[in-house]
């Protein structure tokens, strides 16, 4: 079946504008997550949804930082305020149940200039 | 706060051999799951092996095993015949089973491997 899938593939925004990236997760899976990935560098977890509640927001980077999840589908991360800081792989992974493994987006390239 | 540690920020073999990927990690629960993941150019992770901290027996995967040592905290990744295709950034995952934190996963900085011909 379809795998996670993110839009868009990359984005280009100038430091400042505001940009959402999105997540359409496996169909049927419960728990969707959002993870940021610097250059060169690991996953850093971001917040993740069980149902469309988020029980854990504490990885958010700052308050410019939100997401939203609707209808156990499809999940949307706003950036407001980009800035330069903010340039990396943002992947969305989604799993059947909280328990399960991971399954990984292609991710979104942002790059703020 | 758990840790995971890949020591290793490159490592090449040859192409039908066999090499080890390390990893430790530090926690103090004794109820988990440690993953590998790959990520080749694509940047697509694919999840490669799971192993649950309370199974002794060590996963397997084909050509892709695992070394689990939970009093060392341990969990090295052994690819045996090598294949080109297996050249990309190997991540090692730690996840907890109960708790406030159960949703996420931590990643070590990962280990780049070079399959040479």
């Known amino acids: 079946g379809a795998g996670v899938s993110q839009s868009p593939s990359n984005k280009v925004t100038e430091k400042g504008k505001d940009v959402e990236l999105r997540c359409d997760p496996i169909?049927?899976?419960?728990?969707l997550y959002w993870y940021r990935q610097r250059l060169g560098q690991g996953l850093e977890f971001l917040i993740y949804?069980?149902?469309?509640?988020?029980?854990?927001k504490s990885g958010l980077p700052s308050d410019r930082f939100s997401a939203e999840r609707t209808g156990e589908s499809v999940s949307t991360l706003t950036i407001q305020r980009t800035q330069q800081e903010d340039s990396a792989v943002y992947l969305c992974?989604?799993?059947?149940?909280?328990?399960?493994?991971?399954?990984f987006g292609p991710g979104t390239r942002l790059l703020v200039l | 706060a758990q840790t995971v540690t890949q020591s290793q920020p490159e490592m090449s073999v040859q192409e039908a051999e066999t090499v080890t990927l390390s990893c430790t990690y530090d926690?103090?629960?004794?109820?988990?799951?440690l993953f590998w993941y790959k990520q080749p150019p694509s940047r697509q992770m694919i999840l490669v092996i799971r192993?649950?901290?309370?199974?002794?027996q060590n996963a397997t995967e084909n050509r892709f095993s695992v070394n689990f040592q939970k009093a060392a905290k341990s969990f090295s990744l052994k690819i045996s015949d090598s294949q080109l295709g297996d050249a990309a950034m190997y991540f090692c995952?730690?996840?907890?089973?109960?708790?406030?934190?159960?949703?996420?996963?931590?990643f070590g900085k990962g280990t780049k491997l070079s399959v040479k011909p």
């Open positions: 992974a989604s799993s059947l149940v909280l328990q399960e493994a991971q399954y």
């Open positions: 169909s049927g899976h419960t728990a």
């Open positions: 949804f069980q149902g469309n509640s988020a029980p854990d």
């Open positions: 926690t103090s629960e004794s109820d988990y799951y």
């Open positions: 192993q649950e901290a309370y199974k002794q």
């Open positions: 995952a730690y996840r907890e089973n109960y708790g406030g934190s159960q949703g996420n996963l931590i």
